[in-house]
C-alpha cells in the first residue's frame, strides 16, 4: 500500500521522498485524507508550518473523525503559537479515540506554555498513567510542579527523569539497530505485518486506515487473528454488532491464550448487553492472564452493576494484590464500590487513589457520585465542575455531572451532560438510557423513544435500553407495547429489581391489581429497601385502599435519586408523627399541583396539633391556602432547591414534612377522611362577581368544562380528550358550558363551535390566575373533567363535579366505585375497559340530566 511506503519514509525522517509520494498518491486519488496527512505532516517536520496547516485541515474535511489528524493540527498550532487552538485540537484527539498517552504529552506542554499549570499537571499524570516509562512525561510534569512550587514532588519526577534517560542512553545502540532493521523494507507484505499497521493505526485513532489494512491482512490470511481483532472491533464501533461479534470470536478462537483478543471480545459483548457471555470472556481473559488490571477492574464493574458484589469483591480484591499503591486501581475499587452503594468502601478507595493522583479523572468522577449520594448537592456539584475541568474527555466525568443535574430536576442540562457521554463513550448503552430518562423527565417523551429505538436495535441483549424503551412507551401511553419491553428486559435480566419494580407500575396502570403487587412483592424479596419497588407497592396499596400499609411504603418515593434532592432542602429535623404541641412545623411542597390541593386536606389536622403551622405552596395556591387557614404562616415560593428564605422565619421550625407526607399520620383508615363541604375558601367578592358575568350566557345550567390532562410521562394519552369527541355529552340545551381547561383552549373551543354548533364560553383571565378560577368554579353549577389538577380544585371547593376516569386511573381515584375517599362532592365515572369511553360518557350525561332536574326544581329567587 503507497500510503503505508510514505509513512515508512515520514517515519525515518526522509521528508522529500515521503512528500514525493503522497503527491504521486494524490494525483491518482485526490480525495485519500491519509496522503494529506503525510504530504501535511512531511511540512510541518520541514518547518513549513502555514502550508501544513492548510493541507491538515484539507485532511480533516474529508475524515473529521480522525484523532491522529487533530493531534497533528495541533503540533503544527502549537508551532505557530496559536496555543488556544492547539490546546482545541488536542482535546477533539482525545474525544476521538481513548489510547492517547501522546495526545496527552502534547496537551499538557500546551497548557505549560500558556500557563496553566495545574491543567498541564492533570494532563501529565495522565499520560503518566498510559506510559510510566515516558521520558518526556517526566520531565515537563517536573517542570510543571518546580513552577507551582511544589519542589519536593517536582525532584521526585525529574530523578525519575534522570533514570529514565540514562536507560534511554544506555539501549540507544541497540534501538537504532532495531530501528535500521525495520526500516529496510518500505511496505509490508505478510498479514501480520498488515494486522499489526491495523491495530497501531486503530490506537491513533485512524479508523478508516485501520480497515483498509485489517481487509488487506485478512485478504492475505483469512485466519489472521490479529486482524479479525480489529476488524472486529471496527464492525463493533460502527453499530453492526452481529459481525464485529462473529469476528471476534473467530479471533479469540485463533488465539485462546491471548488475553487481549479476549478482552476486546469481552467489552464488545458488553456493549452488546450480553452480560452473561461477557462475563465468560472476561473469565477467559483472567484465565490466561490472572493479574490483567483492565479486565479485573471492568469485571467487577459490570458484575457491581448487576448486584453481584461478592464475586466484584473478590476481583477487586486480585486487583488490589496485582497492582497495590496505584491511583487506577483504588479508582476502579471505589467506581465498584459506589455502583454496589458501599458508600464508605467507595469513599476510603477515593480518597486513596486521588492522594496518589489529585487529578485522576476517574476518582474525580466517582467523588461526584459518591458525594450526590451521600446527598451533599452542593459539594458534588464542585466535584463534577472540577472533574469535567480536569478530563472534558471523559464521558464518565459527564455522566456523573448529568446524573447531579437529574438529582436538581434540571432535566434539559441533564440531558445535555448525558449527550456528551453519549458521544464521548459510544459503546457505552447506559450513556444513552440515561439520556432518554432526562428527555423523558423534560416531557420529551417521543425523543426518548427515537432514541431507544434505535438503541435496543444496536444493543438487543441489553436489558437497560428495553426497560427504558418500556418506560417511554408508558409516558406516551403505550402500556402493551411498553409490557412487552419490560418483559424482554426481564427475560435478559431475570429477578432485576428494577424491571420488577416497572412491571409492577405497567400492570398497575393496565388495571391487574394482583400481578402489579406480585411483581413489586419479587422485587422487593431480591432488594428489600429497592425505593421504586416500594413505592409502586404501596400505590397499588393505595388504590385498593391499604391505607396504612400504602402510606408506609409511599415514603420510599423520597430515596428515588431524582427526587431526593426535594426533600433534603431544609436543615430541620423530619417530623416523625410526634406531638406537635407547642412546636413549629414547616410543610413544603412535592409534587404536582393536584396532589398539592389533595394532600392540603390534612392541613387543618396540622393547624390544630401544631403550636404554629408554616406552610410553604405553589404560588397559584397562596390566596386559597392562606384564606383557609387563618393564624397560619403561607408562603408563596417557585419551585427551586433554594431554602436561604427559613433563614428569615421566626420562630423557626421545629420540624418539617414533605406534604404528601401527612396522610401517613393524617389518614391511615377510611374512616379518617372527613365527609367535608370543602377546605379551601375561594374569595366570596370574586364568586359574586363571576355568578354575575355568567347571567350573560342566558338560562340554564353553569358547567365547567376540562378535557385534557397531565403531560405524556404522567398519562395524559390514557386520560385525555379531543373537544369535539365530547359532543355528543354536550348535546344539552339546557347547559351552558364553560372552559376551566388550563393553557390556551381557544383554537379548539372554535373548532368545537364550528363542527358542532356547540359554544363553550372562555375567559381566558379565569384560567391564567388559579384564585380567580376557583372563584369561577363556586360561581358555577357543577363541573365535568378528566383527571387533572380540576378534580382536586373542585373537590376542595366543595364542588359537584363529574369525572371521567380511565379504565384504571391513578392511585388517588381508587380502583372501582363512584365515590373518591377525599372528595365527596366528587363523582366518577369509569372505562369499563381501556380505551372505552362510551359508558363514562353515557353516565356523566345523565348525571348531568339529574342536574338540570334538580336546578329547574330550585325556585327561582325574587327579584
Not at 390541593?597 to 393547624?607: N, Q
Request: proline content about 5%.
Amino acid at each position: 500500500m503507497a500510503v503505508i511506503c510514505a509513512e515508512s519514509l515520514l517515519a525515518r525522517g526522509e521528508l522529500q521522498a515521503a512528500e514525493r509520494e503522497a503527491q504521486a498518491l494524490l494525483r491518482r486519488e485526490p480525495e485519500n485524507a491519509d496522503a494529506l496527512y503525510i504530504a501535511g505532516a512531511a511540512a510541518s517536520r520541514a518547518g513549513k508550518l502555514e502550508e501544513a496547516e492548510q493541507i491538515l485541515r484539507q485532511a480533516l474535511s474529508i475524515d473529521p473523525a480522525c484523532a491522529h489528524f487533530h493531534h497533528e493540527l495541533g503540533r503544527v498550532l502549537k508551532r505557530r503559537g496559536d496555543i488556544k487552538a492547539a490546546v482545541d485540537s488536542f482535546r477533539e484527539a482525545l474525544r476521538l479515540k481513548a489510547e492517547a498517552g501522546d495526545v496527552l504529552v502534547d496537551l499538557g506542554m500546551a497548557h505549560l506554555e500558556r500557563g496553566a499549570l495545574q491543567e498541564a499537571v492533570n494532563r501529565l499524570r495522565q499520560a503518566l498513567r498510559q506510559d510510566p516509562q515516558h521520558l518526556l512525561s517526566h520531565i515537563q510534569l517536573g517542570d510543571a510542579l518546580r513552577r507551582l512550587g511544589r519542589i519536593r514532588e517536582a525532584r521526585v519526577y525529574l530523578q525519575q527523569a534522570l533514570g529514565l534517560w540514562l536507560v534511554a542512553t544506555l539501549l540507544r545502540p541497540w534501538r537504532a539497530l532495531r530501528a535500521a532493521l525495520a526500516a529496510r523494507a518500505d511496505e509490508p507484505r505478510s498479514a501480520a505485518q498488515f494486522a499489526e499497521l491495523a491495530r497501531e493505526h486503530l490506537a491513533r485513532g485512524n479508523k478508516r486506515l485501520a480497515a483498509r489494512l485489517a481487509d488487506r491482512a485478512l485478504e492475505l490470511s483469512s485466519e489472521c487473528a490479529v486482524a479479525l481483532s480489529v476488524r472486529g472491533r471496527m464492525l463493533a464501533l460502527e453499530g453492526r454488532v452481529d459481525a464485529g461479534l462473529e469476528a471476534l470470536r473467530r479471533a479469540q478462537a485463533l488465539a485462546p491464550r491471548n488475553a487481549a483478543m479476549a478482552l476486546d471480545l469481552a467489552r464488545a459483548l458488553r456493549s452488546a448487553g450480553l452480560r452473561r457471555e461477557s462475563a465468560a470472556a472476561y473469565e477467559q481473559c483472567l484465565a490466561i492472564d490472572p493479574n490483567h488490571p483492565q479486565a479485573l477492574a471492568e469485571a467487577a464493574a459490570m458484575l457491581a452493576r448487576d448486584a453481584r458484589s461478592e464475586r466484584a469483591d473478590h476481583l477487586l480484591d486480585r486487583l488490589a494484590r496485582a497492582r497495590p499503591r496505584d491511583a487506577d486501581t483504588y479508582a476502579a475499587i471505589g467506581r465498584c464500590r459506589l455502583l454496589c452503594k458501599d458508600l464508605s468502601g467507595a469513599a476510603s478507595a477515593l480518597k486513596q487513589a486521588l492522594a496518589i493522583d489529585p487529578s485522576h479523572p476517574q476518582a474525580l468522577s466517582c467523588r461526584a457520585g459518591l458525594l450526590l449520594e451521600q446527598g451533599r448537592l452542593g459539594d458534588a456539584d464542585a466535584a463534577s465542575r472540577r472533574a469535567v475541568e480536569a478530563a472534558p474527555e471523559s464521558g464518565l466525568a459527564h455522566f456523573q455531572r448529568g446524573l447531579l443535574h437529574m438529582a436538581q430536576a434540571q432535566w434539559s442540562d441533564a440531558a445535555a451532560s448525558f449527550r456528551e457521554a453519549a458521544a464521548l463513550d459510544a459503546q457505552e448503552p447506559i450513556n444513552r438510557v440515561q439520556l432518554a430518562m432526562a428527555l423523558r423527565n423534560d416531557a420529551r417523551a417521543s425523543e426518548a423513544e427515537k432514541i431507544l429505538r434505535e438503541s435496543v436495535a444496536r444493543w438487543p441483549g441489553d436489558p437497560a435500553c428495553w426497560h427504558e424503551l418500556g418506560n417511554a412507551l408508558h409516558d406516551l401511553g403505550e402500556t402493551a407495547e411498553a409490557r412487552d419491553c419490560f418483559e424482554t428486559a426481564l427475560r435478559l435480566r431475570p429477578d432485576h429489581p428494577d424491571t420488577l419494580a416497572s412491571l409492577a407500575s405497567i400492570i398497575n396502570t393496565m388495571g391487574d391489581l394482583g400481578a402489579a403487587e406480585t411483581y413489586a412483592r419479587r422485587a422487593l424479596a431480591v432488594d428489600p429497601a429497592h425505593p421504586r419497588a416500594r413505592t409502586n407497592l404501596g400505590l397499588i396499596l393505595l388504590k385498593r385502599g391499604g391505607w396504612a400499609e400504602g402510606w408506609d411504603l409511599y415514603e420510599s418515593r423520597k430515596q428515588h435519586p431524582e427526587h431526593r434532592a426535594i426533600f433534603s432542602r431544609f436543615p430541620f429535623p423530619e417530623w416523625d408523627g410526634t406531638s406537635l404541641a407547642g412546636k413549629t412545623l414547616l410543610v413544603y411542597p412535592e409534587q404536582g399541583l393536584g396532589d398539592e390541593i389533595m394532600f392540603a386536606s390534612c392541613l387543618p389536622d396540622v393547624a390544630r396539633s401544631a403550636g404554629h403551622l408554616i406552610v410553604e405552596c405553589d404560588p397559584r395556591l397562596a390566596l386559597l391556602i392562606a384564606r383557609s387557614l387563618p393564624g397560619s404562616s403561607v408562603f408563596p415560593r417557585p419551585r427551586t432547591h433554594s431554602n436561604e428564605w427559613v433563614r428569615s422565619l421566626s420562630p423557626q421550625p421545629d420540624y418539617q414534612v414533605a406534604i404528601g407526607s401527612l396522610a401517613r399520620y393524617y389518614r391511615r383508615t377510611a374512616q379518617d377522611f372527613p365527609r367535608h363541604p370543602g377546605y379551601l375558601q375561594p374569595a366570596p367578592g370574586s364568586v359574586e362577581a363571576w355568578r354575575e358575568r355568567l347571567q350573560d350566557l342566558g338560562r340554564g345550567v353553569r358547567v365547567g368544562l376540562s378535557w385534557r390532562g397531565g403531560i405524556p410521562r404522567t398519562g395524559r394519552a390514557r386520560r385525555s380528550f379531543d373537544l369535539t369527541s365530547l359532543a355528543p355529552l354536550l348535546y344539552r340545551p339546557n347547559c351552558r358550558f364553560i372552559s376551566l381547561q388550563y393553557g390556551n383552549a381557544r383554537e379548539e373551543i372554535a373548532r368545537m363551535a364550528e363542527q358542532t354548533g356547540i359554544h363553550v364560553a372562555l375567559w381566558q383571565e379565569a384560567i391564567d390566575d388559579y384564585d380567580q378560577t376557583a372563584a369561577l368554579t363556586c360561581a358555577l353549577d357543577a363541573v365535568v373533567t378528566v383527571c387533572t389538577s380540576l378534580v382536586h380544585l373542585c373537590g376542595a371547593l366543595g364542588r359537584p363535579t363529574f369525572v371521567l376516569a380511565p379504565y384504571s386511573p391513578e392511585w388517588r381515584y381508587g380502583i372501582s366505585g363512584e365515590s373518591m375517599a377525599w372528595y365527596p362532592s366528587v363523582t366518577i365515572a369509569r372505562q369499563p375497559r381501556p380505551g372505552d369511553w362510551a359508558g363514562a360518557l353515557a353516565a356523566g350525561g345523565e348525571w348531568l340530566d339529574v342536574m338540570v332536574r334538580e336546578a329547574s326544581s330550585r325556585p327561582v329567587p325574587a327579584a
